[in-house]
């Protein structure tokens, strides 16, 4: 296949080596982003998404977030949903509390459960098991859990003395299905050191999702952006995962979303809609080994999501029931979710975490 048939820019001729096949480099992937024609792009991402997936079909999900603290110590700058251990403004959920919230989401096709919160030491590690394990055992083994940042992780190693994959066996064992990639916003030293001095650092963050893929625990993962970051931090951002994915496999996807305005102290800029297609386009032709890229509705709404999806997306990350955290931009209704995949010139397929095809 061809994209041009005269004399290729420098753009063009890397464009023209991910159709044939080829890996761009980090180096090719910044001179994309600073100089590459969107347009031009946009078609090469949706033809790599076509051979990855489908052409004509894209899925949606649809799964319950329960956040079961908002006390956390890690103190993240852009954060306004956490509350200061000790404030006794905050809340931990009872084990009742999480059964009714799931009662609730499987009741309208909901039967996942993303479970995270922040990160509180005086949670016992008996707790994450007995929640998890209850919610098996009271809605069937079929319900997927999906839960815990790699600095919930850390956390966990740190309040009972053990190896992580001796926590991860016994999560594991309880229920845990998958683990998001969360919590990594933008993996440079310097950018970490801008959200939270106190969060898990780069390596940190690989050796946690390192350790769980090869667990067994699969999952996803992501780029949140719109702050201080240089272009050549997001590019550094790409090439971390990329590098991680060629030595686990584990990521079943990926997903770029922007930062929202949440706190004084943490400055945001306005990424603007053809910006962050640009970059999600550019994260479908870079990462040659991770087949699904999301777009999230909660985050950029519906209407960037109906061209995300002809710039390299394939799923639309929805229907998400009770995000906390995030001001949510989503379909709320697994009727609308089919009609917006329609309207926007698809066959709709739901899938689960693990992208089986449900119908």
Known sequence: ?????????????????????????????????????????????????????KPGIASYTAFRVVNYTNYCNVECSFCSFMDEINSNQGYVLTKDQVLKKMEEAISI????MFFQGGVYPEIPFDYYLDILSSVKNTFGKHIHIRGFSPVELMNMEKITGLPLEEILTQLKQAGLDSVPGAGAEILTERM?????PKKATPQEWVRVMETCHKMGLKGSANIVWGSEETRWEVIEHLNLIRELQDRTHGF????????QKQT????????????????????RIFFDNIPHIETSLMVLGQGVGQ?????????ISSIVIEENVLKSYGIKTEERVKQFLIESGFFPVKRDFDYNYLY
Do not use: H
């Open 1 to 53: 296949m061809v994209l041009l048939t005269e004399k290729k820019l420098p753009t063009q001729e890397i464009l023209q080596k991910a159709l044939d096949g080829k890996r761009i480099t980090p180096e090719e992937a910044y001179t994309l982003y600073m100089e590459g024609d969107f347009l031009e792009m946009q078609y090469v991402a949706r033809e790599i998404r076509n051979r990855f997936n």
């Open 109 to 112: 096709g909901a039967e996942q």
């Open 192 to 196: 970490r050191y801008i959200l939270s």
């Open 252 to 259: 079943l996807s990926f997903i770029p979303w922007t930062f």
């Open 264 to 283: 004084k102290k943490f400055y945001v800029r306005n990424v603007p809609a053809q910006e962050y297609l640009k970059v999600l386009a550019l994260c």
């Open 307 to 315: 061209i995300a999806l002809q710039s390299g997306a394939d799923d």
